[in-house]
């Protein structure tokens, strides 16, 4: 079983839920988790493994990745099973099975029903797990779905857990490295007005995703973030609410500058990102400069 590189909490739950209802599968982390889902892990004791060349697998289950270009390595797309949940991508089409309900907030739900389908019961600490991914993927259910919350509560309700329980699960609470990033990422702002609205870049090294939040918090509609290691960049973007009931798809808008730039984007509405080789600069431009495009067309289309 593989995850993309710095995995978050809801793949690695999704991959704990499916560990325990099969315990010969092997998770595969290439591209590491990030700094929450280490926290998870250790809190929930999940076995991940970072050097997956070692391992001998007849078939691969991919989850929660948005395209093959989020994978670390190299794989054989012809025996792999993809289970995901952001927007669909055509990339995906040299793999053996594509499962894809973008109608879904997290990967959590979809593995929580697959295996209900099949007659799996989940442990506790597992139904914890995929408690936490969906609150997080969906923002703390900011971009929930009316199932999202169907869900959660039946899992709640299965296992007798209270919210605080899942809130608690790991302490969130940014370190000063994170901190740092946040007051750098600030500092290097750029943005653009357009209309009513505001987009906005920015560069740092590290915690991009973490960098975007407090950006939206700052004024901004619309944020890119990047960061730049030797010749690969990775782009973290997020857009509020309000711009996703305008229209906005940030998943959509990086899967069209990835095809555009032969690199890898999607994601969700509000919540997305593109990784690939290039310069990090220029692709948040290209990355802006599209957001800025769809927003005029929105505010045009409204206005007749």
């Known amino acids: 079983m593989l995850l993309h590189g710095n995995a978050d909490a809801d793949?690695?739950?999704?991959?704990?839920?499916?560990?325990?209802?099969?315990?010969?599968?092997?998770?595969?982390?290439?591209?590491g988790l990030d700094r929450i889902s280490k926290l998870v892990a250790k809190e929930l004791d999940i076995k991940t493994q970072d050097n997956v060349d070692a391992v001998v697998a007849k078939r691969l289950l991919i989850l929660d990745t948005s395209g093959p270009?989020?994978?670390?390595?190299?794989?054989?797309?012809?025996?792999?099973?993809?289970?995901?949940?952001?927007?669909?991508?055509?990339?995906?089409?040299?793999?053996?099975?594509?499962y894809c309900d973008d109608s879904r907030s997290s990967c959590s739900e979809i593995i929580f029903e697959l295996l209900k389908s099949v007659g799996k019961s989940t442990r506790r600490e597992v139904a914890l797990g995929l408690l936490f991914g969906m609150l997080t993927d969906t923002g703390y259910f900011k971009?929930?779905?009316?199932?999202?919350?169907?869900?959660?509560?039946?899992?709640?309700?299965?296992?007798?857990?209270?919210m605080d329980e899942v809130m608690n699960l790991v302490?969130?609470?940014?370190?000063i490295s994170e901190r740092i990033s946040?007051?750098?990422?600030?500092?290097?702002?750029?943005?653009?007005?357009?209309?009513?609205?505001?987009?906005?870049?920015?560069?740092?090294?590290?915690?991009?995703?973490s960098v975007c939040k407090v950006l939206l918090s700052l004024g901004a509609d619309i944020v890119f973030v990047g960061s730049q290691r030797d010749n690969r960049f990775r782009i973290s973007a997020r857009a509020t609410q309000a711009m996703v009931r305008k229209g906005i798809h940030l998943g959509k808008l990086l899967g069209a500058v990835g095809s555009e730039t032969a690199n890898g984007g999607g994601g969700h509405p509000g919540a997305a990102g593109i990784t690939g080789i290039g310069d990090v600069e220029a692709m948040l431009n290209i990355s802006a400069e599209?957001?800025?495009?769809?927003?005029?067309?929105?505010?045009?289309?409204?206005?007749?």
Request: charged share 20%; hydrophobic share 45%.
């Open 171 to 175: 302490d969130a609470e940014a370190d």
């Open 182 to 209: 946040q007051l750098k990422g600030a500092q290097r702002l750029r943005y653009w007005k357009v209309g009513e609205h505001i987009v906005a870049i920015s560069q740092g090294s590290a915690f991009e995703a």
């Open 69 to 98: 270009e989020q994978l670390t390595g190299e794989f054989d797309l012809a025996k792999a099973l993809v289970i995901d949940h952001h927007a669909r991508n055509d990339k995906w089409s040299a793999a053996m099975m594509y």
């Open 143 to 162: 971009f929930a779905r009316p199932s999202t919350l169907v869900t959660f509560s039946e899992l709640m309700s299965a296992h007798n857990i209270q």
């Open 290 to 304: 599209h957001a800025m495009k769809l927003l005029r067309k929105l505010d045009s289309s409204g206005d007749r």
């Open 11 to 31: 793949a690695l739950a999704s991959a704990f839920a499916i560990q325990n209802a099969f315990p010969n599968v092997t998770v595969g982390t290439p591209g």
